[in-house]
């Protein structure tokens, strides 16, 4: 588990409110993402043998055998539970008719662009307010505050104010984004052990190579972990977004389908739900593990 | 032995304390604050060894964060070469009691982060090797250090404060973490460099026979018998160590002074009557 993280959220005075969803996206996939203490399995080295990558798949095949199963011998009826054919044959049907790519492809630019801008944009909060003292006085307060309103509740107001589009879409996600990555970054700096930070002044380093070469290598980890749960969050939002007011993307395909009765379609939304957010997640890992490698 | 060509190292510096003092806050409200440090007061020529001695919790590392700079006494000045210190002296090179590593850099590069800015890098780099040679660690440079033991951080945590070629070099238990044929390796090396390269060493070490055998003078720091334990530690002798370096580890004449030492520390030097 995300050790890093949970002191951090511990130490920090105002718990997110999201806590117990961060914790529980945390708790799947999420598994070395904070150890920024510790033991760490260091990427790159150990590489993972391919009978434990191929053991992951044992499952989901297993689910699928088992699905199929179900499905064949009419345990539950079709209405409730379609068969893994005919979900195939949603997708086929979807993708011949173009609605496929059209809302993978509005969905993802939307994750995207929210999970950036949010990032960045908590990357910058994050760093101000662990840096600084003042600053951590100054703005702290009030963005905890902000962090304590559910985001969901920030949905009417952008309706008002920026209208049912893209922007608020991407603005909702972006809120989303934003939060666990200003709570990590700016609990990570102010907790950058001061033993090290001390060694750094005895060693003459000003303000800003200080920062550079003490400070923001050890919160690597810590923001690594941080970026990966902001990235949980864009999908989360972006299913809330899309399901709210929208006419195109996984989360309205959703919707549609169950207004329609499609429950082929419904099941097709959340696989590739699944797939999309493994597979965004992965590359995060990726990331990781180069940054791990480099700075863990 | 390190040739000073790597890298111009500064010249030793002297070092003088007068009557430093320093009390922490209590730990609970209302309580007088804790003096840790009571007048202080020593005058230490340029490229002098000098060993503090003390029992634990006493004000050692308190004393050499004092000297460094690192921390501000609140009773007496600290002057370096004459000039009193505000704030981290950069003529002065600690190496903590803790290794203080980077975890995330290899030890090659942390001990290049002692070396004085403005080295040029090839000069930098012969230097670290040297140094990281002297150590011992020629073959351990490329790794973590989370991936070395204990005396092997310790011994890269003194690497990185000798890259620096400091007017004054502060030791906090340089030799702590290390066995005991290391640790006579490392005391030599010490002496290698100071002969080589000059510089005022200020070090604390548990160790009576080190602390003999490494220094000019032995500063015995400790409450003075009779006062209460809040009352501040201060110098309760100080001995020159007869002769000079490089001294023979069986010296009968230091023997005495052993036993003197010993006692200071409170620790019995009766010989047991029955032995094993
Ligand atoms: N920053 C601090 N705040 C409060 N008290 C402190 C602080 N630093 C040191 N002390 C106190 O000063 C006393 C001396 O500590 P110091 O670390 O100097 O001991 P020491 O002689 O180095 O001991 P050791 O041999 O175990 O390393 C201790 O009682 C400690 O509690
Ligand atoms: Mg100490």
New binding site residues.
């Given amino acids: 588990m995300a050790r890093s993280t949970s002191r951090t959220v511990a130490a920090d005075s105002t718990t997110e409110p999201a806590a117990t969803l961060v914790q529980y996206s945390s708790q799947f996939g999420y598994s070395a993402a904070g150890t920024a203490t510790g033991q760490r399995r260091r990427g790159g080295s150990g590489r993972r043998s391919p009978w434990l990558i191929a053991l992951g798949a044992v499952l989901p095949l297993l689910i699928l055998g088992f699905w199929q199963l179900t499905a064949s011998l009419q345990w539950v009826p079709a209405y409730l539970l379609p068969s893994p054919a005919s979900v195939w044959s949603a997708a086929v049907d979807l993708a011949e008719r173009g609605y496929l790519w059209t809302d993978v492809g509005i969905s993802v630019q939307r994750v995207l662009i929210g999970f950036g801008v949010g990032a960045a944009v908590g990357l910058v909060l994050g760093s101000v307010v662990g840096l600084s003292r003042v600053a951590s006085a100054f703005f702290a307060p009030t963005v905890g505050a902000l962090r304590a309103v559910p985001s969901l509740a920030w949905v009417p107001l952008l309706v008002l104010y920026i209208g049912i589009n893209e922007d608020s879409k991407v603005t909702l996600i972006a809120i989303g984004a934003m939060f666990p990555v200003y709570t990590t970054v700016a609990g990570a700096l102010r907790h950058v052990d001061p033993h090290l930070v001390e060694l750094g002044g005895a060693y003459g380093l000003g303000r800003f190579q200080l920062l550079r070469q003490v400070q923001l290598p050890a919160v690597v980890p810590s923001v690594v972990s941080g970026l990966r749960l902001a990235l949980a969050q864009s999908w989360l939002f972006l299913v809330a977004a899309e399901l709210i007011a929208s006419s195109m993307g996984l989360g309205f395909r959703l919707l549609d389908s169950q207004q329609n009765g499609r429950i082929d379609r419904m099941f097709l939304v959340i696989i590739l739900l699944g797939i999309l957010g493994k597979t965004t997640d992965a590359l995060i890992g990726l990331l990781e593990r180069y940054l791990l490698k480099r700075w863990g | 032995m390190p040739s000073t060509d790597a890298s111009p190292t500064a010249p030793a510096l002297s070092v003088s304390l007068d009557g430093v003092g320093r009390s ?2 209590a730990s609970t409200a209302g309580e007088p604050d ?1 003096r ?1 440090l009571r007048d202080i007061s020593l005058e230490i020529a340029p490229g002098e060894i000098i060993s503090l001695l ?10 050499l ?1 004092q000297v460094s700079g690192l ?1 501000r006494p609140d009773e007496g000045v600290v002057t370096i070469d004459g000039s009193p210190l505000v704030g981290i002296d950069q003529r002065c090179a600690i190496g903590f ?1 803790e290794p203080r590593l980077l975890p995330w850099r290899t030890l090659e590069q942390n001990v290049a982060l002692g070396l004085p800015h403005g080295t040029p890098r090839s000069a930098g780099r012969e230097r670290v090797s040297q140094l990281l040679d002297l150590v011992q660690l020629g073959d351990a440079k490329h790794l973590r250090p989370r991936q070395v033991s204990g005396g092997m951080a310790q011994r890269a945590s003194l690497a990185r404060a000798l890259s620096r070629g400091p007017g004054v070099l502060v030791l ?2 340089p030799f702590g973490a290390l066995d005991a044929l290391t640790r006579l390796t490392m005391q030599d090396l010490l002496l290698e460099i100071h002969a080589a390269e000059p510089a005022t060493i200020l070090l ?1 070490t ?1 160790d009576v026979d080190e602390a003999l055998y490494l220094s000019d003078r032995v500063v015995l ?1 400790g409450t003075e018998p009779g006062e209460r334990a809040g009352s501040g530690a201060v110098i309760r002798s100080i001995i020159t160590v007869p002769g000079s370096r490089p001294r023979d580890r069986g010296d009968s004449t230091l023997a005495h002074l052993r036993a003197e030492l010993l006692q200071g520390l409170g620790v019995s030097i009766h010989h047991p009557a029955h032995t094993f």
């Fill in positions: 922490f806050p804790r840790v003390g029992p634990s919790g006493c004000g050692k590392s308190t004393l964060r921390d009691q906090d238990e604390v548990h720091l």
